[in-house]
């Protein structure tokens, strides 16, 4: 049976592939660590803050990426952002001078990060209807997990293999044949009109944060990825490796299960989404989950490799119900201020990753001990619950505190 797919669908694809592709820049960390430790002598705490400069580039350009995306063209931007992300990709592998490295990573999370997923929404809340965006957005992250589960287990064995610099190629061209794709097949939509006062550039961000739904939206998606950026993106690994004595494909394999587990519970979770009961139990239910296989992993230190692969594989379903705030920031936001509004959600994932992949790198260095990391976890985690109620108005502020 052949799949018919109509152009808004293929463009959807594409930029979601954008977005894997910086998916991919952003959690290749627990693949390289071994490699980047021997070329610039650094340490565990050292490659926390390597990983964070992608961070710290997120964050000086997400608002501002945003304004542009409601103002400029969408499909200009993210040629844009490709081809400087490109160029900061080959720096960071290139450079024999980890500072050189660190600009790198800085000019990629700037130019890459900063644009990648706020790029892909936009594009395709062009061409799909608001009640279709849940959908639209399981695809998107189901995508974007792609790269995930490349830059883990199988980016392991194609170093292993073909050796740092030769996979550092094939990263570098799959880039540039994305900026091809984008390039021939991807369309604003002709109904979309950008802002042109240069009033309204200013007026539309002051709009989004006064909006508490965006920051309520915010916190609680950056705190459900925190269990990507700890275990996933960088230490997971490492703990693997140390708690466990897994060699380091067999911990990248375990890994590997949280993106499949994003993916899986992305593709599921988005068709079960449109209803406000639906959304609040599954977002709460993702919550408890994740606690309780932190909680294991914390407690318990004689799983099997099996039980390991569940493990990881639960935390990144429950880690996938963060989708649900997508669709609710577009709900509760113009349609020509969608880039904007989603900007301080990602400014917040990058401020959380920028903040506690050192944290949790410094704890571990200094006691050579994960559980007190894994707590901080948990006790964000506790704090995501709070801000499900505010979202769906179960609490407020002004009540807590007698606000009038």
């Known amino acids: 049976m052949i799949i018919k797919l109509k152009k808004p669908m293929i463009m959807c694809i594409i930029v979601s592939f954008f977005f894997s592709f910086e998916f991919f820049q952003i959690n290749m960390f627990s693949s390289l660590d071994t490699e980047l430790m021997k070329k610039f002598f650094c340490t565990i705490k050292e490659l926390g803050i390597f990983s964070s400069m992608y961070f710290y580039g997120n964050l000086i350009f997400l608002i501002p990426a945003g304004l542009l995306l409601d103002k400029y063209s969408t499909k200009n931007l993210i040629l844009f952002s490709l081809l400087f992300s490109i160029f900061g990709t080959w720096i960071f592998f290139f ?85 091809l794709l984008v390039y021939l097949f991807v369309y604003d939509s002709p109904n979309i009109k950008f802002y042109k006062n240069e009033n309204s550039f200013f007026f539309s961000f002051k709009k989004i944060i006064k909006n508490n739904k965006n920051w309520y939206c915010g916190i609680y998606i950056s705190l459900l990825n925190l269990p990507i950026f700890l275990l996933g993106a960088l230490y997971g690994n490492i703990y693997l490796v140390k708690i466990y004595f897994l060699s380091h494909y067999e911990a990248s394999i375990i890994t590997t299960m949280i993106y499949l587990g994003m993916l899986i519970g992305a593709l599921i979770i988005g068709k079960f989404s449109f209803k406000k009961k639906n959304r ?125």
């Open 280 to 404: 609040i139990i599954i977002m709460i239910l993702g919550i408890f989950l994740c606690i309780v296989n932190i909680f294991l992993l914390i407690n318990v230190h004689n799983f099997n490799f099996f039980l390991l692969l569940i493990i990881f594989f639960i935390i990144g379903i429950s880690s996938s119900t963060q989708i649900i705030a997508y669709p609710i920031i577009i709900e509760n936001n113009d349609i020509n201020t969608i880039a904007s509004s989603n900007s301080l959600s990602s400014m917040l994932i990058v401020i959380s990753g920028a903040i506690f992949q050192p944290i949790f790198g410094y704890l571990i260095k200094s006691n050579e001990n994960f559980n007190n990391g894994f707590y901080i976890l948990i006790l964000c985690l506790i704090v995501a619950f709070f801000m499900i109620l505010l979202i769906f108005n179960e609490i407020s502020f002004k009540k807590i505190f007698y606000i009038k």
């Open 95 to 179: 450079s024999s001078n980890i500072y050189f490295s660190y600009i790198g990573r800085l000019i990629v999370g700037m130019t890459g990060g900063g644009i990648c997923f706020l790029s892909t929404l936009k594009l395709c809340s062009q061409w799909f209807k608001i009640n279709e965006m849940p959908k639209i957005t399981s695809i998107i992250v189901s995508i974007g997990m792609f790269g995930g589960i490349l830059s883990q287990a199988p980016f392991s064995y194609l170093i292993e293999k073909i050796g740092y610099l030769n996979s550092a190629y094939i990263n570098i061209f799959i880039g540039f044949f994305l900026y």
